[in-house]
């Protein structure tokens, strides 16, 4: 696995994002934490906006997609791609040789570069690939768009979703969905309706692909804390706690889109309580 990543460093205020959280509970948490989930400077905590290239004996598999290159974006978006696209061309691939793409859900930083601008068109970024999408989130989607029309963060269902639907490169999925022996999807509701993990197994390795489950390590310890972008905060509890339950204490790996650092690691209980342990690679 490669992680492809097109942005870290600081960037939510954790009283904003968690509105429960107190100080006295990040203080814990961060006292059990690497440094860098967290720059004391800014008070913020830290996030990295990536994708996972997935290779495979038979398959290239992108997992989320990130905010991609796209201009009609709320301001905090729009910092340069160009990490992203040097990072991808680094892992020794082309857009022609991804063979899947998957995105958790359709959130719009984890499917932009499922499309991108050609000759004033918007064009399936990757020409050869089948786009894994959940049913249940697309069909949501379909029908928040035509409520309310574009999300305050910009257009990215209209961009970056539609033209993969129309282009016939979709493939919409029930969320227990077997992509083949090595990778299944799970259901992992709450943050959106159709959120979905990606479930790898082989040969005794076993890692989830979380999405937006959590979206930073303090969630690890405060599994009760939904974000204040969550659709449904309290189903998006009960998705995070089955998740750390699943991993707490195995050797399966917990990978969630925005983990800082390494962000692949370890859960591990502590007395009654989750705890993490960053993959030191
Ligand atoms: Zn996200």
Sequence with gaps: MTRVVEREGPYHDPYEMFPEATQDQVGRALDDLPDFVFDPPSGKICMTFQSFLLQTPQHNILIDTCVGDHQNRREGLLYPKDRWLAEFRGAGVGFEDIDYVFCTHLHVDHVGWNTRLVDGRLVPTFPNAKYIIGRKEYEYWLEWNAEHGPASSGPSFEECVLPIVEAGKAVLVDDDFELNDLIHLSPAPGHTPGQCCANFNSNGTKAIFAGDALHHP???????????????????????????????????????????GTTVGKVITAGDEFAFRFFEG
């Design 218 to 260: 303090l969630q690890v310890y405060e599994p009760d804390w939904s974000t204040v972008k969550c659709a449904d905060r309290a189903l998006a509890i009960v998705s995070r706690r089955k998740i750390l339950e699943d991993c707490a204490d195995t050797d399966t790996l917990l990978i969630p889109a925005h983990f800082p």
